[in-house]
């Protein structure tokens, strides 16, 4: 499920409960349709998500922002670059 903060230009996109695949999957969906250098904030409770997200973002030449774990949360911040 994702939804636009219109204050900060971003997209939430909440992937608990996923597990791989799924997480990265929907970042790609969420990806085609926003704009150049909107960002996306991923909510992940998938580990594999550590190793995923990042080779994602490197692969595709989108720009890793942040990277943070909390409680049993991890979070990602990732501005798209088309």
């Known amino acids: 499920m994702s939804k636009l903060d219109l204050t900060t230009n971003t997209i939430l996109l909440d992937t608990k409960g996923l597990y791989c695949p799924e997480p990265v999957m ?17 909510v992940a409770t998938d580990p594999s998500t550590q190793r995923d997200i ?5 692969f595709l030449g989108h720009s890793l922002k942040s990277q943070s774990h909390v409680a049993d949360e991890f979070i990602y911040l990732i501005e798209v670059n088309k």
Request: proline share 5%; hydrophobic share 40%.
């Open 26 to 42: 929907m970042l790609h969906n969420a990806v085609r349709d926003v704009d150049d250098k909107m960002q996306i904030k991923v």
């Open 54 to 58: 990042p080779k994602f973002c490197q």
